[in-house]
Protein backbone atom coordinates (compact mmCIF):
# COMPACT_ATOMS: atom_id res chain seq x y z
CA UNK A 1 0.00 0.00 0.00
CA UNK A 2 1.44 3.56 -0.83
CA UNK A 3 -0.04 6.24 1.24
CA UNK A 4 -2.63 8.76 -0.73
CA UNK A 5 -1.12 11.85 0.34
CA UNK A 6 2.66 10.11 -1.44
CA UNK A 7 0.27 9.49 -4.65
CA UNK A 8 -0.55 12.96 -4.94
CA UNK A 9 2.70 14.24 -4.63
CA UNK A 10 3.43 12.12 -7.82
CA UNK A 11 1.37 12.60 -9.42
CA UNK A 12 1.71 17.05 -9.65
CA UNK A 13 5.49 16.03 -10.96
CA UNK A 14 3.85 14.14 -13.50
CA UNK A 15 1.61 16.39 -14.06
CA UNK A 16 4.23 19.49 -14.16
CA UNK A 17 5.93 17.68 -17.06
CA UNK A 18 3.08 17.48 -19.11
CA UNK A 19 1.73 21.19 -18.41
CA UNK A 20 3.77 23.75 -17.83
CA UNK A 21 1.20 25.93 -17.08
CA UNK A 22 0.75 24.10 -13.67
CA UNK A 23 2.15 26.40 -10.55
CA UNK A 24 1.86 24.53 -6.40
CA UNK A 25 1.24 26.61 -4.13
CA UNK A 26 2.08 25.29 -0.09
CA UNK A 27 1.02 26.43 3.27
CA UNK A 28 4.51 25.45 4.78
CA UNK A 29 3.48 21.88 4.93
CA UNK A 30 5.07 20.52 1.76
CA UNK A 31 6.94 17.97 3.73
CA UNK A 32 2.96 16.45 4.91
CA UNK A 33 1.06 17.18 2.00
CA UNK A 34 3.99 16.04 -0.57
CA UNK A 35 3.89 18.83 -2.35
CA UNK A 36 7.01 19.13 -1.71
CA UNK A 37 7.50 16.34 -4.43
CA UNK A 38 6.58 19.25 -6.98
CA UNK A 39 8.92 21.76 -5.35
CA UNK A 40 12.31 19.54 -6.01
CA UNK A 41 11.43 18.91 -9.54
CA UNK A 42 9.89 22.30 -10.43
CA UNK A 43 10.91 25.26 -7.95
CA UNK A 44 10.48 27.77 -9.80
CA UNK A 45 6.86 26.62 -9.92
CA UNK A 46 6.52 25.96 -6.63
CA UNK A 47 5.67 28.93 -4.01
CA UNK A 48 5.84 28.28 -0.27
CA UNK A 49 3.43 31.30 1.39
CA UNK A 50 4.16 30.18 4.91
CA UNK A 51 1.13 30.14 7.80
CA UNK A 52 -0.95 32.13 5.32
CA UNK A 53 -3.99 29.58 4.10
CA UNK A 54 -6.28 32.61 3.33
CA UNK A 55 -3.48 34.86 1.17
CA UNK A 56 -2.57 31.68 -0.17
CA UNK A 57 -6.19 31.21 -1.97
CA UNK A 58 -5.73 34.83 -2.94
CA UNK A 59 -2.49 34.29 -4.84
CA UNK A 60 -3.72 31.51 -6.61
CA UNK A 61 -6.84 33.55 -7.54
CA UNK A 62 -4.48 35.67 -9.02
CA UNK A 63 -2.24 33.02 -10.79
CA UNK A 64 -5.72 31.75 -11.69
CA UNK A 65 -6.31 35.21 -13.94
CA UNK A 66 -3.06 35.21 -15.81
CA UNK A 67 -3.96 31.47 -17.15
CA UNK A 68 -1.87 29.65 -14.47
CA UNK A 69 -3.49 26.41 -13.76
CA UNK A 70 -2.38 26.49 -9.27
CA UNK A 71 -2.97 23.31 -7.30
CA UNK A 72 -3.26 25.20 -3.40
CA UNK A 73 -1.86 22.44 -0.73
CA UNK A 74 -2.75 22.57 2.94
CA UNK A 75 -4.61 20.36 5.80
CA UNK A 76 -8.33 20.29 4.57
CA UNK A 77 -9.45 21.61 7.89
CA UNK A 78 -7.76 24.50 6.60
CA UNK A 79 -8.90 24.81 3.28
CA UNK A 80 -12.51 24.67 4.25
CA UNK A 81 -12.13 26.59 7.62
CA UNK A 82 -9.60 29.13 7.33
CA UNK A 83 -9.27 29.61 3.85
CA UNK A 84 -13.15 30.01 3.66
CA UNK A 85 -13.56 33.48 2.58
CA UNK A 86 -11.53 33.81 -0.54
CA UNK A 87 -11.97 30.27 -1.39
CA UNK A 88 -15.75 31.36 -1.78
CA UNK A 89 -15.65 35.22 -2.67
CA UNK A 90 -12.27 34.63 -4.99
CA UNK A 91 -12.30 31.12 -6.57
CA UNK A 92 -15.89 30.05 -6.22
CA UNK A 93 -17.93 32.82 -7.15
CA UNK A 94 -15.61 34.18 -9.73
CA UNK A 95 -15.04 30.42 -11.25
CA UNK A 96 -11.55 30.52 -11.57
CA UNK A 97 -9.75 27.34 -12.15
CA UNK A 98 -7.86 27.08 -8.62
CA UNK A 99 -7.75 23.35 -7.38
CA UNK A 100 -7.87 23.03 -3.92
CA UNK A 101 -6.21 20.03 -2.37
CA UNK A 102 -7.38 19.25 1.50
CA UNK A 103 -4.70 16.80 2.87
CA UNK A 104 -5.32 14.60 5.81
CA UNK A 105 -8.76 14.80 5.45
CA UNK A 106 -11.63 12.70 8.16
CA UNK A 107 -9.74 11.03 10.63
CA UNK A 108 -6.17 10.13 8.88
CA UNK A 109 -4.09 12.74 10.88
CA UNK A 110 -5.21 10.70 13.91
CA UNK A 111 -2.65 11.17 16.44
CA UNK A 112 -3.28 15.37 16.07
CA UNK A 113 -6.73 15.53 17.47
CA UNK A 114 -9.65 17.48 17.04
CA UNK A 115 -7.89 20.62 16.13
CA UNK A 116 -6.44 18.86 12.45
CA UNK A 117 -9.14 16.36 11.70
CA UNK A 118 -11.49 17.51 9.32
CA UNK A 119 -14.96 16.53 9.60
CA UNK A 120 -16.68 18.97 7.88
CA UNK A 121 -14.88 20.19 4.99
CA UNK A 122 -16.68 18.14 2.42
CA UNK A 123 -20.27 19.86 3.54
CA UNK A 124 -18.15 23.53 3.63
CA UNK A 125 -17.32 23.21 0.10
CA UNK A 126 -20.59 21.43 -1.39
CA UNK A 127 -22.74 24.36 -0.59
CA UNK A 128 -20.52 26.68 -2.99
CA UNK A 129 -21.46 27.61 -6.41
CA UNK A 130 -18.91 26.47 -8.93
CA UNK A 131 -17.66 24.13 -6.76
CA UNK A 132 -16.22 20.32 -7.66
CA UNK A 133 -16.18 17.77 -4.57
CA UNK A 134 -13.97 14.78 -4.94
CA UNK A 135 -13.08 12.40 -2.37
CA UNK A 136 -10.53 9.82 -3.80
CA UNK A 137 -10.44 6.30 -2.61
CA UNK A 138 -6.98 4.61 -3.05
CA UNK A 139 -3.36 5.42 -4.79
CA UNK A 140 -4.25 5.05 -8.15
CA UNK A 141 -7.34 7.07 -8.18
CA UNK A 142 -5.54 10.18 -6.52
CA UNK A 143 -3.23 9.97 -9.16
CA UNK A 144 -6.22 9.97 -11.73
CA UNK A 145 -7.95 12.81 -9.90
CA UNK A 146 -5.02 15.23 -10.31
CA UNK A 147 -5.28 14.97 -14.08
CA UNK A 148 -8.61 15.31 -14.27
CA UNK A 149 -8.84 18.02 -12.03
CA UNK A 150 -6.30 20.27 -13.79
CA UNK A 151 -8.59 19.51 -16.54
CA UNK A 152 -11.33 20.22 -15.98
CA UNK A 153 -12.23 24.58 -16.35
CA UNK A 154 -13.40 25.59 -12.64
CA UNK A 155 -12.47 24.78 -9.43
CA UNK A 156 -12.07 21.63 -7.69
CA UNK A 157 -11.76 20.20 -3.82
CA UNK A 158 -9.65 17.27 -3.86
CA UNK A 159 -10.32 15.66 -0.04
CA UNK A 160 -6.78 13.18 0.49
CA UNK A 161 -6.18 10.87 3.78
CA UNK A 162 -2.79 10.58 5.34
CA UNK A 163 -3.40 6.84 5.53
CA UNK A 164 -1.91 4.22 3.44
CA UNK A 165 -5.75 2.96 2.40
CA UNK A 166 -5.74 -0.84 0.65
CA UNK A 167 -5.72 -0.05 -2.77
CA UNK A 168 -9.57 -0.27 -4.48
CA UNK A 169 -8.15 0.57 -7.88
CA UNK A 170 -5.82 -0.59 -10.47
CA UNK A 171 -3.26 2.02 -12.57
CA UNK A 172 -5.45 1.97 -15.81
CA UNK A 173 -8.78 1.73 -14.00
CA UNK A 174 -10.90 4.53 -15.29
CA UNK A 175 -11.82 8.02 -13.51
CA UNK A 176 -14.42 10.41 -14.54
CA UNK A 177 -15.44 13.42 -12.29
CA UNK A 178 -18.88 13.05 -11.60
CA UNK A 179 -19.08 9.53 -12.54
CA UNK A 180 -19.83 7.04 -9.74
CA UNK A 181 -18.27 3.30 -9.68
CA UNK A 182 -20.24 0.25 -9.47
CA UNK A 183 -17.14 -2.06 -8.05
CA UNK A 184 -19.64 -5.47 -7.18
CA UNK A 185 -22.96 -5.41 -8.25
CA UNK A 186 -25.79 -6.56 -5.94
CA UNK A 187 -29.37 -7.28 -5.79
CA UNK A 188 -30.34 -6.29 -1.90
CA UNK A 189 -28.77 -3.32 -0.73
CA UNK A 190 -26.59 -0.29 -2.42
CA UNK A 191 -23.81 0.61 -0.53
CA UNK A 192 -22.38 4.20 -1.66
CA UNK A 193 -18.99 5.41 0.09
CA UNK A 194 -15.94 7.41 -0.62
CA UNK A 195 -12.48 7.90 0.45
CA UNK A 196 -11.50 4.98 2.53
CA UNK A 197 -14.66 3.74 3.27
CA UNK A 198 -14.62 2.20 -0.16
CA UNK A 199 -12.51 -0.28 1.10
CA UNK A 200 -14.08 -0.72 4.21
CA UNK A 201 -17.42 -1.08 2.26
CA UNK A 202 -16.13 -3.82 -0.19
CA UNK A 203 -14.81 -5.90 2.99
CA UNK A 204 -18.85 -5.78 4.25
CA UNK A 205 -20.26 -7.03 1.17
CA UNK A 206 -17.97 -9.80 1.08
CA UNK A 207 -19.05 -9.98 4.69
CA UNK A 208 -22.94 -10.29 3.85
CA UNK A 209 -22.14 -12.32 0.73
CA UNK A 210 -21.04 -15.83 3.36
CA UNK A 211 -24.78 -14.85 4.83
CA UNK A 212 -26.61 -14.99 1.77
CA UNK A 213 -27.09 -11.39 1.31
CA UNK A 214 -26.42 -9.40 -2.22
CA UNK A 215 -24.89 -5.88 -1.71
CA UNK A 216 -23.89 -3.30 -4.43
CA UNK A 217 -20.75 -1.42 -3.97
CA UNK A 218 -20.61 1.58 -5.12
CA UNK A 219 -17.69 4.32 -5.27
CA UNK A 220 -19.29 7.70 -5.20
CA UNK A 221 -15.94 9.99 -5.36
CA UNK A 222 -17.19 12.70 -6.80
CA UNK A 223 -20.00 14.37 -4.06
CA UNK A 224 -20.78 17.17 -6.46
CA UNK A 225 -22.44 17.06 -9.58
CA UNK A 226 -22.94 13.25 -7.67
CA UNK A 227 -23.73 10.62 -10.10
CA UNK A 228 -28.29 11.15 -9.44
CA UNK A 229 -28.88 8.65 -12.29
CA UNK A 230 -26.11 5.98 -10.88
CA UNK A 231 -27.98 6.33 -7.33
CA UNK A 232 -31.95 6.04 -8.72
CA UNK A 233 -30.66 3.08 -10.94
CA UNK A 234 -28.87 0.85 -8.46
CA UNK A 235 -31.85 1.82 -5.58
CA UNK A 236 -34.26 0.92 -7.63
CA UNK A 237 -33.05 -2.34 -8.22
CA UNK A 238 -31.71 -3.11 -4.15
CA UNK A 239 -34.69 -1.11 -2.92
CA UNK A 240 -32.53 -0.10 0.09
CA UNK A 241 -29.86 2.26 0.58
CA UNK A 242 -26.36 2.84 3.13
CA UNK A 243 -24.32 5.76 2.72
CA UNK A 244 -20.90 5.28 4.37
CA UNK A 245 -18.28 8.54 4.63
CA UNK A 246 -15.65 9.64 6.85
CA UNK A 247 -17.64 13.00 7.27
CA UNK A 248 -19.85 14.67 9.44
CA UNK A 249 -23.37 12.84 8.24
CA UNK A 250 -24.65 17.06 8.27
CA UNK A 251 -24.13 18.10 4.70
CA UNK A 252 -21.67 15.60 3.08
CA UNK A 253 -22.32 12.48 0.77
CA UNK A 254 -25.30 10.38 2.68
CA UNK A 255 -26.88 14.38 2.63
CA UNK A 256 -26.58 14.40 -1.43
CA UNK A 257 -27.89 10.67 -1.66
CA UNK A 258 -30.53 11.58 0.23
CA UNK A 259 -31.71 14.58 -1.55
CA UNK A 260 -31.24 12.40 -4.80
CA UNK A 261 -33.65 9.95 -2.94
CA UNK A 262 -36.16 12.16 -1.64
CA UNK A 263 -37.05 13.83 -4.57
CA UNK A 264 -37.26 10.52 -6.83
CA UNK A 265 -37.19 7.51 -4.77
CA UNK A 266 -38.36 7.65 -0.88
CA UNK A 267 -36.72 3.87 0.87
CA UNK A 268 -35.15 3.19 3.42
CA UNK A 269 -31.77 4.77 3.89
CA UNK A 270 -29.05 4.38 6.38
CA UNK A 271 -26.82 6.86 7.02
CA UNK A 272 -22.82 6.42 8.47
CA UNK A 273 -20.54 9.05 9.09
CA UNK A 274 -19.66 11.00 12.08
CA UNK A 275 -22.51 12.05 13.90
CA UNK A 276 -22.18 15.81 15.26
CA UNK A 277 -18.87 15.19 17.16
CA UNK A 278 -15.28 16.72 16.95
CA UNK A 279 -12.40 13.87 16.71
CA UNK A 280 -9.90 13.02 19.38
CA UNK A 281 -6.19 11.42 19.28
CA UNK A 282 -5.47 7.94 18.95
CA UNK A 283 -5.03 5.44 16.69
CA UNK A 284 -6.89 5.99 13.15
CA UNK A 285 -8.42 2.69 13.14
CA UNK A 286 -9.46 2.26 16.35
CA UNK A 287 -11.60 5.75 16.05
CA UNK A 288 -12.80 4.48 13.18
CA UNK A 289 -14.37 1.59 14.67
CA UNK A 290 -15.37 3.82 17.94
CA UNK A 291 -17.52 6.32 15.02
CA UNK A 292 -19.10 2.94 13.50
CA UNK A 293 -16.83 3.14 10.70
CA UNK A 294 -15.62 0.05 10.11
CA UNK A 295 -17.29 -3.33 8.03
CA UNK A 296 -18.72 -4.61 11.03
CA UNK A 297 -20.74 -1.62 11.07
CA UNK A 298 -21.08 -1.18 7.29
CA UNK A 299 -22.66 -4.87 7.27
CA UNK A 300 -25.25 -4.23 10.10
CA UNK A 301 -26.54 -1.11 8.73
CA UNK A 302 -27.21 -3.24 5.74
CA UNK A 303 -28.89 -5.49 7.42
CA UNK A 304 -30.79 -2.81 8.72
CA UNK A 305 -31.95 -1.23 5.85
CA UNK A 306 -33.44 -3.80 3.87
CA UNK A 307 -35.37 -4.99 7.67
CA UNK A 308 -37.10 -1.80 6.99
CA UNK A 309 -38.41 -2.73 3.34
CA UNK A 310 -41.79 -3.21 2.67
Do not use: W
Amino acid sequence: MKAMREAYGEALVELGRVNSEVVVLDADVASSSRSILFQQAFPDRFFNIGIAEANMVGIASGLATAGKIPFVNTFAFLLALRAADPVRSLVAYNHLNVKLAGAYGGFSDSYDGASHQAVEDVSVMRTLPNMTVVVVADEFQARQAVFAAAALDGPVYLRLSRAEVPPVYSADSRFEIGKGVVLKEGADVTVIANGYMVAKALGAAEQLSQQGISAEVIDMHTVKPIDASLILKSAGKTGAVVTVEEHSIYGGLGSAVAEVLAGELPLPLEILGIRDVFGESGAYEAILSKHGLDQAAVAAACQKAISRKK
